[in-house]
């Protein structure tokens, strides 16, 4: 008597925790990222631009633009990514709708177009599984008269995303200003930076820059930097991050000892679009302080305005703004450079 009460304890357990299973697997819902990720979890709220939901790795709130299917016991890819009216809408009482059969969802396969908002473009990953963009800007001006002179700058940057989880970016840039034969600018920057994201809006960034300018003495300039970064906003139209953290500086000037040291760190980046992307306004800026000496400190910006034309092309007018407390002997401290530019972007 005994055996069989156990058998029927264990047939009962069984079939609750079965289902209780099936219950729970029907009531998760599921956010299918366009580079084939998958979230899952209970959707909390959600706007025209993001999606709250709630995982097991905590609450995340996904952009729109990053969302190709859902499948949700309670909302339809319209509901979620059909634009809404852009006020944020609570989830209390969702209307039921019929979940697909798991045999129709592949997270690995590329999303069904039925499953993506209409109009949203599925961004196609290239080497090593990342989804890549960059640009690359040309400058030149040539004057001839009562002064002649010649003024050409280059720059290129390509980057690289994972699932919004990695971020790789590569830059350089190159000036060169001539009056009357002599060169009164010759300044070389590369850049290579990677932030490693542990959530929807923080992040850890790494980054080298390299520095040269003939004018200004400086055989190179090395600076590596690390800190904590906060995307404060991240949308199709606007884009604002900070990172705040430590340094190392190292400098080296024709004529004058090496110098190194630890350094304290800001950068900002901004851009915002403007009436349906007919122009662009962007600031970045980076303020770097010695720690054994913070009067020598090193302002960097670019301010401009961008104007896209099309299929890619470009024009760009930007105003670059440095500012160094210290210079070496002979240099004064600001440096202000003006730049209208043809570029390519994809």
Known sequence: MHLKN???SLILSTAILTTASMASAASVDNLYMKNGDRLSGEITSYTADSVTIDTVFGVLNVPVANIGGVASPRYTADDLLGGGDGQNMAINAPTPITIPEPADINPSAPVSPSTVADGADTPKTGMWGAVWSGDVN????????NADSKNYAIDASTQAEWANKDRLKISAEYENEKEDGETVTDEKTAEILYDKFFSDRWFWQNSLRLEQDDIDDLKLRLN???GLGY???DTDDTRLQFVLGPGYLREDYEDQDIENSLTAHWAMEYEQKFYDDLFRLYHDHNLTAPTDAWN?????SDTGITF???GGIKVSGEVEFDWDNDPAPG?????TTYNIKLGYEW
């Open 296 to 300: 020598a400190y090193l302002f960097e």
């Open 331 to 335: 240099n004064v401290e600001d440096d």
């Open 308 to 310: 896209p034309i099309k």
């Open 138 to 145: 040309a400058g030149l001006e040539i004057e001839t008269g």
């Open 231 to 233: 995307r404060a906003i």
């Open 6 to 8: 156990t058998s029927l």
């Open 224 to 226: 590596y930097l690390s």
